[in-house]
Every structure is written in C-alpha cells, then in structure tokens.
Nanobody, 124 residues
C-alpha cells in the first residue's frame, strides 16, 4: 500500500502562484512514476503533469505548458507542482497519483494509488 498526502492548496488571485506538495509513504518512492491530475465540479478528472522515477522526464497537458512545473525529491519522498500565472479555469481539486510500472501515462486508470485531493481556487 501507498499513502499520499497533498498540501499547499488554497485561494489565490488570477496571475498568482501556488506550490503543491505530495508526500508518499509505504513503499519505495523512487520506484514510482508520479503525476498530478485535477477535477473541477461537473467535469471528469484530467491529467495535468507527470514525472518519471528519476525526474529526468516530464510530461504536461497543453493547457499548463509554460505555467506549471512538476518535480520530485526522492530523498524526501515528495513530488511538487509549481503553478504560476494561475487562471480562474485552473480552479479544481488537485490529486497526486502513483503509477508503479514504468512509463508516464495520462489516463487516470493507469495509476494505482491516489491522494485525497486538495482544493485550488483561483479568483478573477
């Protein structure tokens, strides 16, 4: 089993920044591919960003490219999502996810463990 705990969410004005953190426990963190997804009310959960086990490869949804940065610190069992130039449409519940097998994927069903989610609200 893997436990994931997200933090860093909150309310911010449009154009502002937030940094989300997700701490993993229970298994060897460096073996996991990690990702962030988000889900707005009435919408499906969507891929935001992913990072490979070593951190050398990252992938982003088109709507966050150039604004969001995913990174990880394997010594701290933590993955981060730095969010800059936030827009009201970024408002959602953000989830951290673990994929145990190789490869960074963009579909929720490809991930094995999930955090409880953390709210990000961007006001206009």
């Amino acid at each position: 089993q893997v436990q994931l705990v997200e933090s860093g969410g909150g309310l911010v004005q449009a154009g502002g920044s937030l940094r989300l953190s997700c701490v993993a426990s229970g298994r060897t963190f460096s073996r996991f591919n990690m990702a962030w997804f988000r889900q707005a009310p009435g919408k499906e959960r969507e891929f935001v960003a992913a990072v490979s086990r070593s951190g050398s490869y990252t992938d982003y949804a088109d709507f966050v490219k150039g604004r969001f940065t995913i990174s990880r610190d394997n010594a701290k069992n933590t993955v981060y999502l730095q969010m800059n130039s936030l827009k009201p449409e970024d408002t959602a519940l953000y989830y951290c996810a673990v994929r145990e097998v190789a490869g960074t994927k963009t579909i929720p069903s490809d991930y094995d463990y999930w955090g409880q989610g953390i709210q990000v609200t961007v006001s206009s």
